[in-house]
């Protein structure tokens, strides 16, 4: 039986690993995408909608411009019978044209169909999104490679992150509160 998580997972390896065809195991056919982008600089359609739509805006665009991409919903898998999902993303890539680390967090807001279970809408929030020179690949990417994924305690990618000021403000934006007690 296909779940939230299935759905979730899959689409996390259509848009990470530039596997369009994969959405359709992620995505209802007249599924609505809703993206926010509340800091930093890249651009993305505000509202899209249907697969093929999904597939282009989430995957092929975002495959022409970034590579080496890793992505975490930063809690534990939702429950297999959940209608509405909500967790913490963070996410690290590389740009493809200079090399440069990208490292950004947010939200997602997840409504999965009640048969299938595959998603009827997905809302990005881009809460946050800083670029760090090539220098920093190998520290952010080993970091990124590090992590247990697609489902990864908070807690891990904060006592792992590297020293490197722009991570720790994406962690800071992602995790206020954990990083207060740390």
Not at 88 to 109: E, F, I, P
Not at 122 to 145: C, E, G, K
Request: aromatic content about 8%; proline content about 9%; overall charge neutral.
């Amino acid at each position: 039986m296909h779940t939230p998580s299935d759905t979730i997972e899959m689409y996390l390896r259509a848009k990470d690993l530039n596997r369009p065809h994969l959405i359709a195991q992620a995505f209802a056919g007249g599924a609505l995408l809703q993206m926010e982008m509340r800091q930093g600089d890249g651009q993305a359609p505000a509202c899209t909608l249907g697969r093929e739509a999904i597939a282009e805006t989430l995957v092929r665009n975002f495959g022409r411009a970034y590579e080496n991409a890793y992505t975490f919903c930063l809690t534990e898998p939702p429950a297999p019978a959940c209608a509405d999902f909500h967790c913490l993303w963070l996410s690290a890539m590389t740009a493809k044209d200079n090399r440069a680390v990208c490292v950004a967090g947010g939200q997602y807001h997840w409504r999965f169909a009640p048969g299938n279970r595959l998603a009827q809408e997905l809302r990005i929030v881009i809460d946050t999104m800083q670029t760090l020179p090539p220098v920093d690949i190998l520290p952010v990417m080993a970091w990124a490679a590090s992590l247990a994924g697609p489902w990864c305690p908070v807690e891990r990618a904060l006592a792992t992150a590297p020293p490197i000021p722009a991570v720790w403000q994406v962690m800071q934006r992602l995790a206020p509160a954990h990083l207060a007690i740390a």
